[in-house]
């Protein structure tokens, strides 16, 4: 193929929801499959990257020559994405959570006769992507995802200013065909310096080509 080469570089990829435990049996979680992030660790590390897969809890297989890592939870995706720190690029494309139990009960947290409601209170995790464009080893690139029912371009944009990344990757869930779980997606992504590509509809693997031929420009220019 004649997409760009990757050789030399190190890329970071989270990928997959997380899942935040409330007792030994129950957690909080969200429908990301893992699919676009795998994807896109499978097509640097065949443009020859080194890469780093930091996945939450999903069914899929790893791609050749990628260097994986499970995690299950936001703070574990946390540890492991910046212990893989230095890198060329970091893509965040995991679902994590934006809040989990300030801890799990230790056992079954069972119901009482009579009892109607229950409140769980949860705290706000911290945020990988901000963090990893805010660290000492920031990569020179930095690049997030958006997930967003409505007002999709200017959210993305917020993003990317207040979490200081270079690109972020939009799409709009709820639609059929597209987003969460299929194997096709349609991507709208933001640059820093303002350049705007519309990528797709087409396969999640397809777009982790054009979206690395992005990334590659930026790593070479
Ligand atoms: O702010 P929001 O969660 O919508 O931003 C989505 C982007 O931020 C994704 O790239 C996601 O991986 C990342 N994120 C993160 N850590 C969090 C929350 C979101 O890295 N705690």
Known sequence: STSASLSGLRLVVSA??????????????????????????GAAARRGAQVVLVAGPVSLPTPADVQRVDVRSAAQMHEAVLAALPA??????????????AQAA???IKKQAGQDSMTLTLVRTRDILADVADHPHRPRIVVGF?????????????????????????????????????????LTVYAADGAVHALGPAA??????ALLDLIAQRLTE
Do not use: C
């Open 204 to 209: 999640k693997t397809q777009l982790a080509d």
């Open 16 to 41: 997959g929801p997380t899942y935040e435990d409330i007792d030994p049996v129950r957690f909080i979680g969200n429908r990301s499959s893992g699919k676009m992030g795998f994807a896109i660790a």
């Open 106 to 108: 230790s056992s079954k």
């Open 146 to 186: 958006a997930a967003e029912t409505d007002h999709v371009e200017a959210y993305a944009r917020g993003k990317l200013e207040k979490k200081r990344l270079d690109l972020i990757a939009a799409n709009r869930v709820g639609m059929a065909g597209t987003g969460f779980e299929s194997d096709d997606n349609a």
């Open 88 to 101: 060329d690029a970091y893509i965040g494309a995991a679902a994590v959570a934006d809040f989990a139990p």
